[in-house]
């Protein structure tokens, strides 16, 4: 399966401990997004990355919230001392843009489901 | 900004019926639009896609959505339903640009199928 991977599937967690989750992208693809899924709710955007740079994070992300793409290939974002608001889905996702590719649909991983007891 | 507004929260079909599921979008520019499905479990699947090409988009497994300006109206349509069709749908915008912005999604409307 070479689509987006995401590891781990499923992480219980304390309140106050710190997470990191991994997407490993389509191997091509330069682009990468975070997302945050709550039930019942649309995916709301956290950050996105072009190769290596960060060009955007959302406002959603406080401090405790930090992404890096250090070789502009697989992604981990850290969250530090967890909250139980923090429970959720996090979703990574990956795209092909660039000069003759118009509009390249993003494609997703499986997700995080995040837990914080 | 772009947005985009999913005008139901829920639709409710038989099996064989036809399936409207409606979006609205807000945009300072011709947009890329997307409607994605969630199945309980999986993951994000890609049904269609609208990038300024044919204003009638084909997707998969029967579904096609018609990008209306005048209307800023992305709607989502089946002229019949199968079981298999019960999801979560999305509504999406791309933000950014023709080379690719941030992805924004709608609220989501959730399809249920009765046989």
């Known amino acids: 399966d070479t689509g987006v991977s995401q590891d781990p599937r499923h992480k219980i967690t304390k309140r106050g401990q710190n997470v990191t989750f991994r997407c490993d992208p389509i191997?091509?693809?330069?682009?990468l997004y975070w997302y945050r899924q709550t039930l019942g709710q649309g995916p709301e955007f956290l950050t996105y990355?072009?190769?290596?740079?960060?060009?955007?994070k959302s406002r959603l992300l406080s401090d405790r919230f930090s992404a890096e793409r250090p070789k502009g290939s697989f992604s981990t974002l850290e969250i530090q001392r967890t909250e139980q608001g923090d429970s959720a889905m996090y979703l990574c996702a990956s795209s092909l843009v660039g000069s003759g590719v118009l509009n390249t649909e993003a494609f997703f991983g499986q997700g995080t489901r995040l837990t914080v007891v | 900004a772009q947005s985009v507004t999913q005008l139901d929260s829920h639709v409710s079909v038989s099996e064989g019926t036809p399936v409207l599921l409606r979006c609205n979008y807000s945009?300072?520019?011709?947009?890329?639009l997307f409607w994605y499905v969630q199945h309980p479990n999986k993951g994000l699947q890609l049904l269609l896609k609208?990038?300024?090409?044919?204003?009638l988009v084909k997707g998969i497994n029967g579904f096609e959505a018609e990008f209306k300006k005048s209307e800023t109206s992305f709607h989502l349509t089946k002229p019949s339903a199968h079981m298999s069709d019960a999801a979560e749908y999305f509504c999406?915008?791309?933000?950014?640009?023709?080379?690719?912005?941030?992805?924004?999604f709608g609220q989501g409307t959730e399809l249920s199928v009765k046989p």
């Open positions: 999406v915008v791309s933000v950014g640009g023709n080379q690719g912005g941030k992805l924004i």
């Open positions: 191997s091509e693809h330069n682009r």
């Open positions: 990355f072009q190769n290596e740079a960060q060009l955007e």
């Open positions: 945009s300072s520019y011709s947009p890329s």
């Open positions: 609208y990038t300024s090409a044919a204003t």
